[in-house]
Every structure is written in structure tokens, then in C-alpha cells.
């Protein structure tokens, strides 16, 4: 007796399905990780309050937030200039720094599933990015 045809494709259906899962749940991991190396970039040039949003379940269009605070329009200049120089491969194309961004005191740079936001404190306070999308979760660091 041979295995009926529906069975066969709900068979090679659920293997499609697990092998898009497991290629998702891949990609969500080197979003994660590249939130992370950029959080960590910005420890390291003494950035402050840096924090990374999970926004996955109340955002269908990206799925982190790497948001910082500069301690002045130098500061916020060189970490936005650092960023781009580790990470700029993974922008999309045409994607650049303009002085108009700097000088806002509120520099966003867009990987498409991680968006980064380096503030000056002022800005930050009202923009007030936490509260906002305050259903995110939080990614608890070991530092």
C-alpha cells in the first residue's frame, strides 16, 4: 500500500516550514549578536546608559533597538563615525552620515532588523525611545 499523496506533500511541507524556522530563528541570532557588538563598541568608547529593545513582539519591521547617549555632538560624532567604520558593510547601500544628523543631536542608523539611536542626553530625555516602545523587552547584558 502506498503512502497517499496528501500525506507526501504534508510531509514535505512541514519539512519546508522547519528548515524556514530554523533559517529565521538563525538570522534573528546574527541580529542579536550584531546588536550586541555594537552595544559593546559603545561601552568601550564610554557611551552612556547603552541598552538593546527586543521590539520582535510588538514590531513586524525590525527587531532590535540599540539605543545610547553621547556626551556631547563630538562624541556622538565619533561613535556614529565607529559604528560605520566595524559596520558599515552591513548598511544598506547609499546609507551615510550626514553633518545635519550630528548636529540634530539624534543620529539613527538603520541595519533594517537592528536600528541604532545615539542621542545627546536632551534628546534622549524627550525622545523618551524606552517609554515609547515600553511593551519591548529588554536584553539583559552581562557587564
Partial sequence: MSIPEQNKTGSAGSAASESSRSSREAETQAMLELARDIARVFEEKKARDTLIMDLQKVNPY??????????????????????????????????????????????????????????????????????????????????
Fill in 62 to 143: 525590525f527587531c532590535y533597538f540599540v539605543i545610547t547617549t553621547a556626551t556631547s555632538v563630538v562624541h556622538l560624532r565619533s561613535l556614529a563615525r565607529d559604528v560605520f567604520k566595524q559596520f558599515g558593510h552591513l548598511l544598506p547601500e547609499k546609507t551615510g552620515l550626514r553633518p545635519n544628523d550630528v548636529d540634530s543631536g539624534w543620529v539613527i542608523l538603520d541595519f533594517i532588523d537592528v536600528v541604532v539611536h545615539i542621542f545627546l542626553d536632551e534628546q534622549r530625555r524627550y525622545y523618551n525611545l524606552e517609554r515609547l516602545w515600553g511593551d519591548a523587552g529588554l536584553i539583559e547584558e552581562n557587564r
